[in-house]
Every structure is written in structure tokens, then in C-alpha cells.
């Protein structure tokens, strides 16, 4: 996978507090959220924390992959759609979250499944924005956005290889 230069690493303690901010930036917004449509699977970390900040007791999953690298995105497929009782009144009150809009791909077939729904995005590309009712970051859209669930712990060498300490 070819992946761009500029790097975005995001801590678990960072991405708690992002979350945290987008759920303090929504309980502004004064409506009374009845459910959350988290897009699986990095909606779902953001969802968990909002739905706790928020106290949203209903969420709800929508599945969508798309099988690329960082410069080829092929086609999207829905692997699970959202349950028919939240499609009836198009999304009122109800907030999709995601971690990242990207191309806005995902984020248009979301929208169009509930249109009067309230996106939410951790992170928003320029591409994406568009798509997004509500995010916290913007970062460029040849940044590579590092998530915690996709990072380990690893030794790194020293700047100064012959680093004597």
C-alpha cells in the first residue's frame, strides 16, 4: 500500500479527547438526539464515547467497505444496512457518526439512507467536509490519519543511530 508522506498519528488519550469535543460540540446543537448510526468499524469507537457523553442509549449500525489502498478506492458495498424502524422518518434526530470523512464516499451513501440526519466526523478531509454536518479536525487530503486501534508499541532507533546514552 502506497501511502502518503504526511503522517497524523492519533493517541488513545487524543482521540477520547476529540471524540469528547465533537460530543461537546453536538450537546450544543439543541437537539435531543433519539439514536446514533455509527459506521462500522471506525465510527464505533466515536460512538461509544458520545453515546456515553450524550446519553444516547440507541445505536445502530451501518456496515459499508470499500476494498483499496490510499490511491485506488474501489467500489463500495453495503455489508449491512440500517434497521427500518430509524429509515422511517429519514433520520430525524438521529446522528450518524463516523471517525473520518475521507473522499465523502462512505458519507454519501450514508446520507442518502437517512437524509435529515445529523453527520458527525472526528477528523474531516477536504473532500469529505462537504458531506459533514459536524466535525473537529480538518486535516489535508494527503494526510494519512493513524489510528490508535490500527497502532502497536515498537522500539524506534534514535535520531543519532550512534547515539552514545
Not at 29 to 43: L, P
Not at 80 to 101: C, M, S, Y
Amino acid at each position: 500500500m502506497s501511502l502518503p508522506d504526511k503522517a497524523f498519528p492519533v493517541s488513545w488519550d487524543q482521540f477520547h479527547r476529540d471524540a469528547r469535543a465533537l460530543a461537546w460540540r453536538l450537546s450544543g446543537n439543541g437537539t435531543q438526539w433519539k439514536a446514533i448510526v455509527c459506521i462500522t468499524r471506525g465510527g464505533l469507537v466515536p460512538a461509544a464515547i458520545i453515546a456515553r457523553e450524550l446519553g444516547i442509549r440507541m445505536i445502530e449500525t451501518v456496515c459499508v467497505a470499500s476494498y483499496h489502498d490510499y490511491a485506488n478506492q474501489g467500489e463500495m458495498q453495503v455489508l449491512k444496512r440500517i434497521n427500518d424502524d430509524l429509515l422511517e422518518n429519514d433520520g430525524e434526530d438521529t446522528l450518524i457518526v463516523d471517525d473520518l470523512t475521507d473522499t465523502g464516499k462512505t458519507a454519501a451513501i450514508v446520507r442518502a439512507m437517512l437524509p435529515k440526519a445529523h453527520f458527525a466526523t472526528v477528523y474531516a478531509k477536504p473532500k469529505g467536509r462537504p458531506l459533514v454536518d459536524s466535525f473537529v479536525t480538518e486535516v489535508s487530503q494527503d494526510t494519512w490519519i493513524y489510528f490508535p486501534w490500527d497502532l502497536g508499541f515498537s522500539y524506534v532507533e534514535p535520531i543519532a543511530k550512534d547515539h552514545k546514552g
